[in-house]
């Protein structure tokens, strides 16, 4: 199998900060990474000192020889029970690029 990242950038909608915060690390990355193939997930927040268009980032592992079915299968159940979507999150903002491992994971 090849491991994959799946690199999710997104904002809440305007004064809806804690609830995206709220649903997005305690709904949406557990409901992500029950979907097959994902085997992790993680939050982060854009450092001090740095701009850009996006102020979160997610980052989800996959283990998989077809990363195009997991994400089918991931998106088939977005806005459902499994897979529910925030009005908080703003959803014409959200980019998403995947991305596959080329070395081993180099560690100290």
Avoid: Q
């Avoid at 305007?14 to 029950?34: F, L, Q």
């Avoid at 997930?41 to 283990?63: C, L, Q, T």
């Avoid at 088939?76 to 908080?88: D, N, V, Y």
């Amino acid at each position: 199998m090849t491991a994959y990242n799946l690199v999710v950038m997104s904002n809440p909608v305007a004064g809806k900060e804690d609830e995206y915060n709220e649903w997005y690390t305690n709904v949406h990355i557990p409901d992500v990474v029950r979907c097959d193939g994902f085997t992790g997930g993680r939050r982060y927040k854009m450092g001090p000192g740095f701009e850009g268009p996006h102020k979160y980032m997610a980052i989800y592992e996959m283990e998989t020889n077809d990363p195009a079915a997991v994400i089918a299968g991931m998106s088939a159940k977005a806005g459902t029970p499994e897979l529910s979507i925030s009005p908080a999150l703003d959803v014409a903002g959200v980019a998403m690029t995947l991305f596959e491992a080329i070395t081993p994971r180099i560690a100290r």
